[in-house]
């Protein structure tokens, strides 16, 4: 199994940038889905952004306009661009890539992103 390690996280005012980084043991073309999803404290896990194997992109309505999701088949990792980061941005962010139908996921292990001046 592919694993997927998180990078980029951190401490960042509102306003500011981080550029998040999902690195993978293998090949990640294998994936027909790659995601990143948040959970705050108290909340639910939710999608922050997807693509598929075809770069085709969508995000959630709370991020349009500021995050970019991409995917660097070459060197097996997935990022997300964020800007303008705010402090309800403010969660655990994870990278996860799906396979077959149904989509079978497989996880990383999270990094901390906290907004705050």
């Known amino acids: 199994q592919v694993q997927l390690v998180e990078s980029g996280g951190g401490l960042v005012q509102p306003g500011g940038s981080l550029r998040l980084s999902c690195a993978a043991s293998g090949s990640i073309s294998r994936f027909t889905v790659m995601g990143w999803y948040r959970q705050a404290p108290g909340k639910q896990r939710e999608l922050v952004a997807q693509?598929?194997?075809?770069?085709?992109?969508n995000y959630a309505d709370s991020v349009k306009g500021r995050f970019t999701i991409s995917r660097d088949n070459a060197k097996n990792t997935m990022y997300l661009q964020m800007n303008s980061l705010k402090p309800e941005d403010t969660a655990v962010y994870y990278c996860?890539?799906?396979?077959?139908?149904?989509?079978?996921?497989?996880w990383g292990q999270g990094t901390q992103v906290t907004v705050s001046s």
């Open positions: 693509i598929n194997s075809r770069d085709s992109t």
């Open positions: 996860a890539g799906g396979i077959g139908i149904p989509v079978t996921w497989s």
